[in-house]
């Protein structure tokens, strides 16, 4: 089933460090390879050398398509007709279109009323039963957990560890790039997969000898839905940030080893300075993310200024050219309800002729 061409994924690239074998049928849409955007006017207010991992360019628009072409790959391996998971909508997005690409079915389950519409739309259009719950992503979670050991049915939540393992890739991507390992690496946090896989990936690339540091993993959590920061479960999360309301992680382990082993930190940021980062990282580096996404920039400038870091144990200055990689996980374009409604953007309407268009643009 190794398709011609189709030499671009993560496992065609790191198939040495993933759990995949010769017989393994690879289901990818050439995945990974995301830019690692420089981001001078975040460098400039940081004190050091901020980069951006843009994994809204993946195939689905964010970095669940990294653990979700491991993961279903493995599904087909074993034999699996079917699978499901819970999600917040990045999941769903790419669970359903891995599963198209595999010619299997797709069941997602997901909060009601809380996906972003964009994301909804990918699940129904790539062809996966939709069920939304009246309930939150730990309700959506434990039900799927609850599909587990039924024959032919896989579950592709981050509880899956083929997920981490795939998702660990972009941090390889992240040395090869910089030749080294970052100083620190800022991400936002929900279910904690991410986290948990980039530090596994970092660790991984270290041990091969590949980079001769590890960096500082830093989590941010929004506010209304922060149960690492406030160490306690959650009952009723909630953000405008919907990837990541989520109250009570699965992988909240792994984020904790993540931060205790490398001397990193996990925050929060409000609503406010989530819709804030998003506004101000488009207008000013030309790189629109989706809200939860943004998490990480808010971060970096509530806590990062003049080359030091204000709340958390790194509190010395940093080393100067220290490098900074904020990952961004999604795409702006998959949920772009929340800045328009929270920015209020209503272009200025003006008659079809140059004198009125040129009177509304001077006063704008
Ligand atoms: C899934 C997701 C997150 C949260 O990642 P976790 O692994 O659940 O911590 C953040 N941002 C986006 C866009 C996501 O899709």
């Known amino acids: ?23 393994t049928p690879v289901i990818s849409l050439s995945e990974g390879s995301t830019p690692l955007i420089h981001s001078p006017r975040l460098s400039e207010k940081a004190g050091a050398e901020v980069y951006l991992k843009f994994e809204g360019l993946n195939p689905t628009g964010s970095f669940k398509d990294r653990g979700m ?7 087909v391996e074993d034999g699996a007709k079917t699978v499901i998971c819970a999600s917040t909508g990045n999941t769903s997005a790419a669970a359903a279109a ?20 964009g994301k909804l739309a990918q699940a129904f259009v790539y062809g996966a039963k939709v069920v939304a719950i009246r309930g939150n992503f730990d309700d959506a979670l434990r039900i799927v957990r609850e599909f587990g050991g039924i024959d032919g049915v896989a579950i592709v939540n981050s509880i899956n560890p083929h997920r981490i393992e795939g998702q660990k890739t972009a ?6 790039d910089l030749g080294d390992a970052p100083d620190i690496h800022i991400l936002p946090i929900g279910n904690a997969g991410n986290i948990t896989a980039y530090w596994k990936g970092y660790r991984e690339f270290h041990a091969a ?6 960096p500082k993993m830093t989590g941010f959590q929004a506010a209304g839905s922060a149960p690492i920061f406030y160490n306690q479960p959650i009952e009723k999360p909630d953000t405008i940030a919907t990837a990541i309301r989520i109250g009570n992680p699965a992988s909240w382990q792994g984020a904790n080893n993540a931060v205790s082993e490398s001397g990193g930190c996990i925050d929060i940021v409000t609503d406010e300075e989530i819709l804030a980062a998003q506004a101000w990282l488009a207008a000013n580096e ?4 989706e809200p939860a996404s943004a998490a990480s920039v808010a971060g970096l400038l509530k ?17 100067p050219g220290a490098k900074v990689v904020l990952t961004v996980t999604g795409h702006g374009l998959k949920d772009t309800e929340t800045p328009v409604k929270f920015g209020g953007f209503t272009p200025a309407e003006a008659d079809a002729n140059l004198a009125a268009v040129r009177a509304v643009l001077d006063q704008s």
């Open 1 to 23: 089933m190794n398709e011609p061409l189709n030499d671009k994924g993560v496992i065609h690239r790191y198939r040495h460090f993933l759990p995949v074998s010769d017989s």
């Open 69 to 75: 072409t491991v993961a279903i790959s493995k599904a």
């Open 286 to 289: 030309g790189v629109f993310v």
């Open 303 to 319: 806590c990062h200024s003049n080359g030091r870091c204000s709340t958390c144990p790194f509190a010395s200055p940093l080393r």
């Open 209 to 214: 000898g590949r980079s001769t540091r590890l």
């Open 98 to 117: 891995y599963a198209a690409r595999a010619g299997i079915q797709c069941a997602v389950i997901l909060p009601a009323g809380k996906i972003a519409i």
């Open 171 to 176: 941090s390889f991507e992240i040395i090869e």
